[in-house]
């Protein structure tokens, strides 16, 4: 059983660009969240999503930010219009209900 | 303000000491989770502790719960190079639903020198 996998490992986006992270969880996990680590930080929350739903977006910037975790396919957080301080390590997590979760190994961003 | 706090910021030890590192929190928890996260790598999940539990064991790993002072404590004993990494705790919220909605401290790191 395969954990929760994320690509692009790693990123470098110019400034003004897009960045698009892929998250797969779990086989059997529906819920998928996204954390966001800066540089010597913990994590942060941004959201919580089951298939097709935002649950909760509380952590998530207002603007450029969006997630998604459609009925087929990753999660994916998308990023637009990218600025250095989007540099950082995003993580994806998944839980089978709404327990424990487990991470996946992180892309990290960076933007030049 | 961070609602977990991990002290101290770095710990450096010898291979065979004991490690202890703490965490503090503001508002009321339903579970209290320790993970250790390796340079450039993703967090592994290290114990689970509910809010009513005092003191769990897992391995070399100690942890105990004070929930009146609002902290915790990580106890590796018998350090390993290889434990050599960061170590957060993180805190979700009290209620009747807990999901994945953690907040995380700044972490410990922890260097053990072989």
């Known amino acids: 059983n395969a954990g929760v996998m994320q690509n692009p490992r790693h990123l470098v986006r110019r400034r003004g660009q897009e960045a698009r992270l892929r998250c797969s969880p779990m086989?059997?996990?529906?819920?998928v969240y996204w954390y966001r680590q800066l540089p010597e930080e913990g994590l942060k929350f941004m959201v919580y999503?089951?298939?097709?739903?935002?649950?909760?977006e509380s952590g998530m910037p207002k603007e450029r930010f969006s997630a998604e975790f459609p009925k087929e396919g990753p999660s994916i957080l998308r990023i637009q219009q990218v600025v250095r301080g989007d540099s950082a390590a995003y993580f994806c997590a998944s839980s089978p209900t709404e327990n424990t979760i487990y991470f996946g190994e992180g892309s990290w961003l960076t933007v030049v | 303000s961070q609602q977990g706090e991990e002290d101290p910021q770095a710990l450096s030890i010898q291979e065979g000491e004991n490690a202890t590192m703490n965490c503090s929190y503001k508002t009321s928890i339903n579970n209290l989770q320790w993970y250790r996260q390796n340079s450039g790598r993703g967090l592994v999940h290290l114990i689970l502790?509910?809010?009513?539990?005092r003191e769990k064991h897992s391995g070399r790993l100690r942890v105990t719960l004070d929930t009146s002072k609002k902290s915790s404590s990580l106890l590796i004993t018998a350090s390993r190079a290889a434990d050599t990494a960061s170590y957060f705790c993180a805190t979700d919220p009290p209620g009747g639903t807990s999901y994945g909605k953690l907040t995380f401290g700044q972490g410990t790191i922890l260097t053990v020198h072989p």
């Open positions: 502790i509910r809010s009513n539990e």
């Open positions: 999503l089951q298939k097709e739903n935002i649950i909760d």
């Open positions: 086989k059997g996990h529906s819920h």
